[in-house]
């Protein structure tokens, strides 16, 4: 481990945030993440959060490991072993709990409920809702295009959109939405290869039904208590697809994470 008094702690565990731990892991640095209780993430099968839902209580990304643990006393010290603990701490823990050098908010909640400069020495926040200079010292964008994972040291990332990326012409009818407030419950899986119109599962008792022909690249846990119009799945309209590596964008944005790490670094020293 190249930089092991440089522990960094991420808020949040989906895929996003998992690329990020990659990119931090493999460049040698002590990976911790905090979670909900019941994570929202989709594409499970390349989440770190996906420790907290499995009952064996591991998960393995790209040869990454990421362990469920229950006490904030234990992170720093599992962390140090190479593997990313990954313990259920919705409020960002205290720095004599949890001493770290970075913290980076990657829930994608585009608004900013509660992440501050004083957070750390160096804040980075990922996406839309966030300012560096006021909020965090780095935002990196997490928009699709020209400027993906571009580090900014001043100033918001673009705007949400509020419209999915477009995959092979498909935009909207590529996200599963909750048709109803309940706990989610499925029949097919993820890596599945469905059909239009054909049943998914259920919210409650709603049927969540594929819009287009495609692989499921996502669903969120079973039993996930959810409100309506959360996103609970995504389904990928090409035909070869992998769902157990980390996406381009994942590892573009933990690129831009690494980078402003690395600069902060070189900068204090």
Same mark, same amino acid.
């Given at each position: 481990?190249?930089?092991?008094?440089?522990?960094?702690?991420?808020?949040?565990?989906?895929?996003?945030?998992?690329?990020?731990?990659?990119?931090?892991?493999?460049?040698?640095?002590?990976?911790?993440?905090?979670?909900?209780?019941?994570?929202?993430?989709?594409?499970?099968?390349?989440?770190?959060?996906?420790?907290?839902?499995?009952?064996?209580?591991?998960?393995?990304?790209?040869?990454?490991?990421?362990?469920?643990?229950?006490?904030?006393?234990?992170?720093?010290?599992?962390?140090?072993?190479?593997?990313?603990?990954?313990?259920?701490?919705?409020?960002?823990?205290?720095?004599?709990?949890?001493?770290?050098?970075?913290?980076?908010?990657?829930?994608?909640?585009?608004?900013?409920?509660?992440?501050?400069?004083?957070?750390?020495?160096?804040?980075?926040?990922?996406?839309?809702?966030?300012?560096?200079?006021?909020?965090?010292?780095? !935002?990196?964008?997490? $928009?699709? @295009?020209?400027?993906? %994972?571009? #580090?900014?040291?001043?100033? =918001?990332?673009? /705007?949400? +959109?509020?419209?999915?990326?477009?995959?092979?012409?498909?935009?909207?009818?590529?996200?599963?939405?909750?048709?109803?407030?309940?706990?989610?419950?499925?029949?097919?899986?993820?890596?599945?290869?469905?059909?239009?119109?054909?049943?998914?599962?259920?919210?409650?008792?709603?049927? !969540?039904?594929?819009? $287009?022909? @495609?692989?499921?690249? %996502?669903? #969120?846990?079973?039993?996930? =208590?959810?409100? /309506?119009? +959360?996103?609970?799945?995504?389904?990928?309209?090409?035909?070869?697809?992998?769902?157990?590596?980390?996406?381009?964008?994942?590892?573009?944005?933990?690129?831009?994470?690494?980078?402003?790490?690395?600069?902060?670094?070189?900068?204090?020293?």
């Amino acid at each position: 481990m190249l930089f092991p008094d440089h522990l960094c702690l991420l808020r949040g565990g989906g895929d996003l945030a998992t690329g990020t731990a990659l990119r931090l892991h493999r460049a040698g640095f002590p990976v911790v993440v905090c979670e909900l209780e019941h994570p929202l993430t989709v594409r499970r099968t390349v989440a770190v959060s996906t420790a907290l839902t499995d009952s064996s209580g591991v998960t393995t990304v790209e040869g990454m490991t990421a362990r469920r643990v229950d006490r904030l006393e234990e992170l720093a010290t599992e962390a140090a072993t190479g593997a990313v603990p990954v313990i259920i701490c919705p409020d960002l823990p205290p720095p004599d709990v949890v001493p770290r050098s970075v913290v980076i908010d990657a829930r994608l909640l585009k608004r900013n409920p509660d992440t501050s400069l004083d957070d750390a020495p160096l804040v980075v926040a990922l996406g839309p809702g966030y300012s560096a200079g006021r909020d965090c010292h780095v !935002v990196v964008e997490t $928009l699709r @295009g020209p400027d993906l %994972g571009r #580090v900014i040291l001043d100033g =918001p990332a673009a /705007a949400d +959109t509020g419209t999915p990326g477009e995959v092979s012409g498909r935009v909207a009818e590529r996200v599963l939405r909750s048709p109803v407030d309940g706990k989610a419950r499925w029949i097919r899986q993820i890596g599945d290869r469905v059909s239009t119109g054909e049943l998914l599962g259920y919210v409650g008792s709603a049927p !969540v039904l594929a819009a $287009l022909d @495609g692989v499921v690249r %996502g669903l #969120v846990s079973e039993g996930t =208590p959810l409100v /309506a119009n +959360t996103k609970v799945g995504d389904i990928d309209p090409r035909c070869e697809v992998s769902v157990d590596r980390v996406s381009d964008k994942a590892l573009a944005v933990g690129g831009g994470v690494l980078e402003a790490v690395l600069a902060w670094i070189d900068r204090s020293t």
